[in-house]
């Protein structure tokens, strides 16, 4: 019992760190800084966007956490998983045309942030299932 919950703590604790340097790491992708946007200026697509993009990690890593063999296992895939997200994010935000996610992000427009969210999500699905070879 002991060794499953030491287990348990283990994989969990490695995924928070996961999640949280993520976090760091996204609003360094965007060109936009998230959490101004989110937390000084109330931008709910900033928020919804952002939102997204941590579910769309999320699903991948639940995904490597049920598939993984080994610890280190789990923590390769969980890195894959994170490296796909934010690539994603690289390249949604830093396309500059008519149709840029930065500017409408940064304007606030909530469609977009939905859209945005909603394509971390898919991208999340997709890394997940990619993983569950």
Same mark, same amino acid.
């Given at each position: 019992?002991?060794?499953?919950?030491?287990?348990?703590?283990?994989?969990?604790?490695?995924?928070?760190?996961?999640?949280?340097?993520?976090?760091?790491?996204?609003?360094?992708?965007?060109?936009?800084?998230?959490?101004?946007?989110?937390?000084?200026?109330?931008?709910?697509?900033?928020?919804?966007?952002? *939102?997204?993009?941590?579910?769309? #990690? !999320? /699903?991948?890593?639940?995904?490597?956490?049920?598939? $993984?063999? %080994? +610890?280190?296992?789990?923590?390769?895939?969980?890195?894959?998983?994170?490296?796909?997200?934010?690539?994603?994010?690289?390249?949604?935000?830093?396309?500059?045309?008519?149709?840029?996610?930065?500017?409408?992000?940064?304007?606030?427009?909530?469609?977009? *942030?939905?859209?945005?969210?909603? #394509? !971390? /999500?898919?991208?999340?699905?997709?890394?997940?299932? $990619?993983? %569950? +070879?």
């Amino acid at each position: 019992m002991f060794l499953s919950f030491f287990f348990f703590i283990l994989f969990f604790v490695t995924a928070l760190a996961v999640m949280v340097g993520f976090l760091f790491l996204y609003a360094k992708v965007t060109p936009y800084d998230d959490y101004k946007l989110i937390f000084q200026e109330n931008n709910t697509a900033a928020a919804i966007g952002f *939102g997204g993009a941590i579910v769309g #990690l !999320s /699903i991948p890593l639940y995904s490597a956490l049920v598939s $993984s063999v %080994s +610890y280190l296992d789990f923590i390769i895939w969980a890195v894959v998983a994170m490296l796909v997200q934010l690539g994603f994010a690289y390249m949604v935000t830093r396309k500059g045309c008519k149709y840029s996610f930065e500017n409408k992000i940064e304007e606030g427009v909530v469609p977009v *942030g939905i859209m945005m969210a909603f #394509l !971390s /999500i898919s991208i999340g699905l997709l890394n997940a299932g $990619s993983m %569950s +070879y």
